[in-house]
Every structure is written in C-alpha cells, then in structure tokens.
Antibody, heavy 122, light 107 residues
Framework: EVQLLDSGGDLVQPGGSLRLSCAAS????????MSWVRQAPGKGLEWVST????????YYADSVKGRFTISRDNSKNTLYMEMNSLRAEDTAVYYC???????????????WGQGTLVTVSS | EIVMTQSPATLSVSPGERATLSCRAS??????LAWYEQKPGQAPRLLIY???IRATGVPARFSGSGSGTEFTLTISSLQSEDFAVYYC?????????FGPGTKVDIK
C-alpha cells in the first residue's frame, strides 16, 4: 500500500525558512515523479512544484519560483521542499503527491500525503 | 497559464439523485483532465484521469466525459459518502492548474 507521510509544517515568521519532508513507502520511490500541492485555509488546491523520478528535472509555480526548492533523496525514499523568504500568502496545508505512472511525468496525482500545515505569521 | 473554471460553485442534491458537475478550460487541454474528490479534513482523492478513465477503486457511479475545453463529472446516484468538494485539474500544460471546486451538499 502506498503511504506518503508529510511532515515539517510549523509556524514561521514572514521572511523565514522551513523544510518540509515526505516519507514514502509501499512503492519504488525512485521510479516516480513527485509533487507538492498546497491548499490555503478554506481555499482550493494549488500546484506548487514537481520533480522527476531521478531528480534531474524540476518545475515550479511562478508564485514560489526562486524561493522554494524541491528535491529528493531516493536512497531515503524521501521528498523535500525547502521554503525560503516565506510570505503570509504561503500559509497553507502542503501535500506531497505521487504520479500514477512510473518513469514519466504525466501530471495528475494518484496518491496524496495527509498534509502538513505551514503558517506564516508574526 | 490555463485557467480552469467550475460550475456551479455549490450543488444541492438529494441522496439517490444524479449530479452533473462542469469544468471548463481557458484553452484546449485535449483529454488531459483529472477529477478529485475532497472531504473535510482529508487529502484529495483521484477519481478520474484522461477525462473519462476511472481511477482504481472508484465506483462505477462516477463518470467523466469531454475533451478540449469542456468537461463533465457525473455521479449517477448520489450516496451519503459522495457529499464533498470536487476539483478538476488540467495536466496538458505547465503550470498544472486546478478549478476552484464544486461543493456537493445535501438538499
């Protein structure tokens, strides 16, 4: 069974930094592209970033480009999101998500973590 | 960026009735369209991909149709567990974009 365990969310001041993690199990992590999707309180879903199975390709929403960095450690079956220069509008639940098909980036999300809450406030 | 719109924003339906949800893309996304269900306090769940292909374990009462810019999610006979928010998402282009959601609630 696919399991994605998101962690690292916290209360952080504007301008601060945070690193999110997503521990994966139940599938061959190194074969799948992974993504982060966020949801502000009471709002809809927003795609944030995607990384290819090898980590060689990364993609970002304009709203986070230059501030967030997605990465992965295939030896540890873990996905990361380094978040810098955080703003109030980054406040959201962040979900990691797995592609349905291995070896390629298709772009929809077959499995999701439970989410971790990031609150940016002074 | 492709803008996704959904209608209606809220749909009030009685259990056992049919629900029809619409999703429109600002430009063609071919059949690269997914639908998700989200219940309060839970992560989204993939229902449909490729505009019309049910994901593993999704009941047959859920069906998707459409291509290009106009898409529909139909729930043929609403069960109590189907009252939720439904999102469409295009994956034809970067950035991936979601619609604002349709909330299906009990009439």
């Amino acid at each position: 069974e696919v399991q994605l365990l998101d962690s690292g969310g916290d209360l952080v001041q504007p301008g601060g930094s945070l690193r999110l993690s997503c521990a994966a199990s139940g599938f061959t992590f190194s074969n799948y592209a992974m993504s982060w999707v966020r949801q502000a309180p009471g709002k809809g879903l927003e795609w944030v970033s995607t990384i290819s199975d090898s980590g060689g390709s990364t993609y970002y929403a304009d709203s986070v480009k230059g501030r967030f960095t997605i990465s992965r450690d295939n030896s540890k079956n873990t996905l990361y999101m380094e978040m810098n220069s955080l703003r109030a509008e980054d406040t959201a639940v962040y979900y990691c998500a797995k592609e349905r098909i291995s070896m390629i980036i298709v772009g929809y999300f077959a499995s999701w973590g439970q989410g971790t809450l990031v609150t940016v406030s002074s | 960026e492709i803008v996704m719109t959904q209608s209606p924003a809220t749909l009030s339906v009685s259990p056992g009735e049919r629900a029809t949800l619409s999703c429109r893309a600002s430009q063609t996304v071919s059949s690269n369209l997914a639908w998700y269900e989200q219940k309060p306090g839970q992560a989204p769940r993939l229902l449909i991909y490729g505009a019309s292909i049910r994901a593993t374990g999704v009941p047959a009462r859920f069906s998707g149709s459409g291509s290009g810019t106009e898409f529909t999610l139909t729930i043929s006979s609403l069960q109590s567990e189907d009252f939720a928010v439904y999102y469409c998402q295009q994956y034809n282009n970067w950035p991936r974009t979601f619609g604002p959601g349709t909330k299906v609630d009990i009439k």
